[in-house]
Every structure is written in structure tokens, then in C-alpha cells.
């Protein structure tokens, strides 16, 4: 059964980090295979089949669910390689699969109806009834994972417009590209999240000081400059700052955190069926910490009770020490 209080929906970008965050309190986990089916496909993280599989049977061994990314979009002549992942999944007992393409969502429903739920992913992008009703109607999707560019009152209104699940992003990396769409990152590298599951690949990034300070570069491109002494933060496109009308500034807001633990109770009066924390790149140690303080944040709230206050608490593992409720709140420029 999944339960009718918010679920709290973890990274496992390991199966040490699984563990980690099924004993710190996560209702389920959400991994990928060692390969790009999944938008994080980096050198040292991710699951072998026989890996997953014995995740799936510690994770239901504490009474978590296991949810499989197999997230990004299959390439033409390659689609049996999604397939299979989707296949591997099931077999190894995965309680959902996360997924954006139609031909591996076609293929779960089709295939393995009734054995896994369909969740729809973020990189699908979608965040109207029209769209996610679709999703619905024609693969039987039971939860989308709604982009980050919505307030909780456009979550709200969404969630009495549709008759499905919703999860929303509560902490981690904001992203804000339209979601699914990284074409700046695939035009500077050649690779992206959701081709290839690499956004700004490490070997792609440098910095060089000179005189003025640091500058970030991405393939050479120069993405972010930074005074002598300034902290520099990873260049992804997406949060460069860039010069316009002679002045130059990020795209929405300067590149820190999301953190929406002081809407936990917001999300429950909007009908959020799940908080998902983002981080598969992240060790085991930052995941523990953050589910232990989502999890007494998230108890506290379906206690009825007030949010524990959390932002302080996290603040060290946020990207620079910064945190925003993003567009929640509306606040972006």
C-alpha cells in the first residue's frame, strides 16, 4: 500500500548511500543503473542489477520502497537498452519506475502493468492537467514529479485539476532550465542530463585565476567570474552569470540551494502526495543528515504539529552555505 501521508522520497546514488538513507528514515529511495538510461550517469555512482536487487530486498526489509530513474530520453536505434533497464527493474522488485520517454513508458505499460507503479519524471516537464492527464490516460502514470517552477498555490490548483499523485522537490540543487530541456549544456559539451545523464561533466571544468580573480569555464566557455578570494561555485550553464543590456547577472537568482523545509505544511494543505529530496551525487553522510532532518520536519507536520525549523540546521550542506525557497515563493527576478 502507498500511504496517504506525504512521503518522503530519498537519493541513492549508491548502495551505501541506500542504506544511509532507508536507516535515517526515508519512506523510499530513488536510484538508476551504471549507465545513461538515468540523468545521473557519473563515474562512481549508480547500480548494477544484482546491486539493485539486494537494495530492493534491504529497503523492504525496513519498510521502504525502492523507485528506479530510468530518466532520460532513449536515442534512436538504441531504445532496447531502455527497454532492458525497465526490464532489469521490475525483475529486481522495484516498487516504481521514474521515466520521461514515451517509448520506455509504452513499454512498462504494456509489459508489466500491475507488477510496478509508472512515475512520471521531472524531465518530462510537465505541469499542466493537460499534459499529466496524457501521461495518465495513455500509459496509467500514477504520480508526475512536477517541475520547479511552480508556487504551492499553482501546485495546489494543479493537484484539484488532476487525479494523480504529485511530488514536489523540497531540498537540493534547483535547476532552472525548463526541465528535461539542457540544450546550452549539450551545445557546450556534447553531452546532457537528459541525453546522456551528464550535466557539466567534470572533465570538462576548470578554473583559472589571473589577476582580477577566477573564472569557471565549461569547455572554455567562460560561465562565472569570481573576485580573488570570492567562493567559486560548479559551472553549469544554468547558473552562469551573464552580461545583457549592460549589466551582468544570473538568470533568476544567484546559484544556491533549494530549501523548502518551512513549506512542508504548505505542501500538505496542496495536496503534495510526496517530498523529494535531490542528491544522487551526494555521499552518504550529507544524505543521512538531510533525511534525519526531513524526516522529524515531515513527522512533525502529519503530527499536526508546526515544521521543524531546518533551515539553519542545513545550511552547511547547501551550495555555498545559501538557500532559497526557489518558486515557491515566487521570489525569482
Known amino acids: 500500500m502507498w500511504p496517504q501521508r506525504m512521503e518522503l522520497v530519498c537519493p541513492a546514488g549508491t548502495p551505501a548511500t541506500l542504506r ?44 521502504a520502497k525502492v523507485l528506479v530513474a530510468i530518466n532520460t530520453f532513449a536515442r534512436v536505434g538504441e531504445v532496447d537498452r531502455w527497454r532492458r533497464a525497465a526490464d532489469a527493474a521490475v525483475e529486481c522488485g522495484a516498487d516504481a519506475i521514474i521515466a520521461c520517454d514515451v517509448a520506455v ?3 512498462v505499460a ?68 525548463i526541465e528535461g530541456r539542457c540544450y546550452l549544456s549539450s551545445y557546450a559539451t556534447g553531452r546532457s542530463p537528459n541525453l546522456n545523464g551528464v550535466c557539466s561533466p567534470p572533465e570538462e571544468v576548470s578554473y583559472d585565476e589571473d589577476a582580477d580573480g577566477m573564472a569557471a569555464r565549461l569547455s572554455g566557455f567562460t560561465i562565472d567570474r569570481y573576485r580573488p578570494g570570492e567562493p567559486a561555485g560548479y559551472p553549469t550553464l544554468c547558473k552562469g552569470r551573464f552580461a545583457a543590456g549592460g549589466k ?40 543521512a543528515e538531510v533525511v534525519r532532518a526531513f524526516r522529524s520536519a515531515v513527522d512533525a507536520v502529519e503530527a499536526g504539529g508546526d515544521a521543524v525549523e531546518i533551515d539553519r540546521l542545513l545550511a552547511a550542506q547547501s551550495e555555498g552555505g545559501r538557500q532559497t525557497a526557489g518558486a515557491y515563493r515566487k521570489t525569482w527576478r
Request: hydrophobic share 45%; glycine share 12%; with cysteine.
Open 248 to 287: 551582468a547577472s544570473y538568470l533568476f537568482e544567484e546559484p544556491v540551494s533549494l530549501n523548502a523545509g518551512s513549506l512542508i505544511a504548505g505542501f500538505k494543505a496542496a495536496g503534495v502526495t510526496a517530498l523529494k529530496i535531490e542528491g544522487r551525487q551526494r555521499g552518504k553522510g550529507y544524505v
Open 20 to 63: 544511509a538513507a532507508v536507516q535515517a528514515g526515508a519512506d523510499a529511495v530513488y536510484c538508476g543503473f551504471r549507465d545513461d538510461t538515468n540523468a545521473r550517469n557519473f563515474p562512481g555512482l549508480n547500480f548494477s542489477v544484482p546491486e539493485l536487487a539486494e537494495g530492493v530486498r534491504f529497503a523492504h526489509g525496513l519498510g
Open 110 to 177: 504494456r509489459n508489466h502493468s500491475g507488477r510496478v507503479r509508472l512515475h512520471l519524471s521531472v524531465q518530462a516537464a510537465a505541469g499542466t492537467p493537460e499534459a499529466i492527464g496524457f501521461y495518465a490516460r495513455t500509459f496509467g502514470v500514477r504520480r508526475v514529479v512536477i517541475p520547479r517552477v511552480l508556487s504551492v498555490q499553482e501546485i495546489a490548483a494543479l493537484n484539484r485539476a488532476i487525479d494523480v499523485e504529485t511530488e514536489a522537490f523540497v531540498f537540493g540543487g534547483l535547476c532552472v532550465m
Open 105 to 107: 513508458l509504452d513499454h
